[in-house]
């Protein structure tokens, strides 16, 4: 069974810090892909990436896949406060696309 | 495009009560899953259906926990009786080839 494992847990920083929180797995990702969760909502998809090494930018945030597949990162730069939520790296997988969550990172981004 | 509807959005029963949750999927997705996720967790996989069908419902407890997609379209997925570490929010999601979407969810609460 695939475990993906997040850190932090939890931040909580001002607005403008900078902010970078990992993923590993325990096995190489098929298809990896990053949510944001905000309170009382379903995930929404913010990026897929699928190369290893492969680099992607959506504004503020930055996503990095490792070179070996097993791992990412995601940087957040001069976070806001609309960047608090719940942020959850998954992998998609097989035909079926059936998706295996990280354990999640809870960001707060305060004034 | 209308979203995933989900009701209730709130439920709070007793243990050992039974307790049923409804899902309108994305019109036309073929391909529907139930997530549970307690709370400080990422959503674990229940059952994903395709159509009518059960694809993978390796992680339902199958003893409490039933699902069932009528004519491929809205499903409902069924606790009975309900235990304390039911407590979760129930997430039903819908996906095409071009991605998830997922419900807001109904947060069950058991006491």
């Known amino acids: 069974t695939q475990l993906l494992e997040q850190s932090p847990q939890f931040l909580s920083i001002q607005e403008g810090e900078n902010l970078t929180v990992y993923c590993n797995s325990s096995s190489v990702f098929s298809s990896l892909q990053w949510y944001r969760q905000e309170p009382g909502e379903g995930p929404v998809l913010l990026v897929t990436v699928v190369t290893g090494g492969e680099v992607k930018k959506l504004k503020r945030l930055t996503f990095q896949f490792g070179d070996a597949r097993k791992d990412s990162s995601l940087h957040i730069t001069a976070a806001q406060p609309g960047d608090t939520g719940l942020y959850l790296c998954?992998?998609?997988?097989?035909?079926?696309?059936?998706?295996?969550f990280g354990t999640g990172t809870r960001l707060q981004v305060t004034l | 495009e209308a979203g995933v509807a989900q009701s209730p959005r709130y439920k709070i029963i007793e243990k050992r009560q039974s307790v049923a949750f409804w899902c309108n999927p994305i019109s036309g997705h073929a391909t529907l899953y139930w997530y549970q996720q307690i709370l400080g967790q990422g959503p674990k996989l229940l059952i994903q259906?395709?159509?009518?069908?059960?694809?993978?419902d390796s992680q339902l407890p199958k003893d409490r926990f039933s699902a069932e997609r009528l004519k491929g379209v809205d499903s409902t997925l069924k606790i009975q009786p309900a235990k304390l570490e039911d407590s979760a929010v129930y997430l039903c999601?819908?996906?095409?080839?071009?991605?998830?979407?997922f419900g807001s969810g109904t947060r069950l609460t058991v006491v």
């Open positions: 998954a992998d998609r997988t097989g035909t079926a696309s059936k998706l295996t």
């Open positions: 259906f395709q159509n009518n069908g059960v694809v993978d």
């Open positions: 999601a819908s996906s095409s080839n071009y991605g998830y979407t």
